[in-house]
Structure formats: structure tokens, C-alpha cells
């Protein structure tokens, strides 16, 4: 199965840093990646290929690598929070009819309500919700998630 794993990145990193993605941060993300990955699927994320903030792509590179993945991908699994390149990278899934599992950080809430909405549009719109002190989910909150997507988008199951 091809993944398309959607996260914020110029909302997260600070390229003026040696280091310009937290810590913690970067540890979660590399979690979710190896968990998806280690089901033998293949995973893109946009923040890893550009090393996490060290190799930050032009807008026309990035905008025609992620719209082709996305296009090849059999699910997009994004975190959006306030990043305005998930909220396009949900346009394209959704008018390309691409299953979509949707996490919300409670505690950050959803830049828009048609993320809530999006399934009424007729694409497989999978909302999750979850509550954590940072961007993305802790390691428990993954795990539910990742219990989630298993049983509903057969992660494991179709190779």
C-alpha cells in the first residue's frame, strides 16, 4: 500500500536553526513513520524527504513531487493542525476520491469546519480526534490510531 503521511512543516520548523525541528517533535513523526512502514507499506512524508527541515524544498519542486505522490497514493493520513499545505494536500485527496484519516488535536482544533465536513463531499473521510500537549499525537494516542486505521483502512491486510 502506498501512504501519503501529511504533516505541517513551515508552521514547525525554524530553518535559521542548526536544529530546525523540535526534538520531540521529530521523534514523534519518525515513530508514526516507522509503525506505518513497518507493516511493509510504502510511506512518504514530505517533512522526512526534506530531512526534517535541513533541505526545505522550492514550491514548485514540492508542489508537483506531493501532488504526483498524493495522486499514487492508496490513503492520506494527515495531522493538519494550522498548516495550510495539509489543508490543499486535503483538496487533492479529496477530489481524486483517495481514502483520508484525519487527525485533530483537540487541544488545537480544526483550521476549518469543511475538515469536519469533508465527507459529505462523497470521498472516505476518516476523523480522529485526539488530545495532546504537542502537534501530534503521544505514543499511546498513535497506537489507538494506529489500532484504528488498521480495522478501518486495512493497513496490514492489502500490500
Known sequence: MEIFLGTPITGIINTNLANPLETETKSRI???LSDLRAYGHNVFCALEEEEFGR???DSMECTLRDYSLLKQSNVYITFPNNSYGCAVELGWASAHSIPIVLGINSRIGSKTPLYEGLHTTGSPVHVIYYDSDNEFPNKLEWSEILKYIEKN???GQIS
Open 30 to 32: 519518525k515513530e508514526m
Open 153 to 155: 483502512i486495512f493497513i
Open 55 to 57: 533541505k526545505v524544498a
